[in-house]
């Protein structure tokens, strides 16, 4: 049976560039919902200052991450104009594929943790 996967990315905000930033945000997932079905969940979050922003996303399978990671490269530079990123999370078992370009990133200083072996827990995609 595939295992969910979480990938949790971390970026602080340039100055002055958080309503910018949101405004990119809502075009881009107004495209990706549709362009990436199998990411099952795409989220952000600010804090509360508006300085950093968090990424998450859940994948049913590794094959759904490699899917998402495939043109990642080329959504992450659009963004980079008002982000730079400050570190990677992945819970679940990524295959190598999924994470290639984070641990190229991972090479250039950004913080990487993997933590590949759940150990129990439920991912309901559709309310009881």
């Known amino acids: 049976m595939s295992e969910p996967i979480v990938f949790i990315s971390h970026s602080r905000i340039k100055e002055g560039a958080a309503t910018a930033f ?6 881009m997932y107004s495209t990706l919902e549709e362009s990436l079905p199998l990411t099952v969940a795409h989220l952000a979050y600010y804090n509360e200052e508006q300085t950093e922003v968090t990424f ?3 994948f049913p399978d590794a094959a759904a991450m490699e899917a998402h990671m495939e043109g990642a490269a080329g959504r992450a530079n659009a963004a980079y104009e008002y982000i730079e990123t400050l570190g990677f999370e992945v819970y679940g078992p990524a295959s190598e594929a999924g994470l290639r370009g984070l641990r190229e990133a991972a090479t250039a200083g950004v913080p990487l943790i993997v933590v590949p ?12």
């Open 22 to 27: 949101r405004d990119m945000v809502k075009r």
């Open 56 to 58: 998450i996303h859940v």
């Open 117 to 128: 072996d759940a150990i129990g827990g439920y991912l309901r995609l559709f309310p009881a």
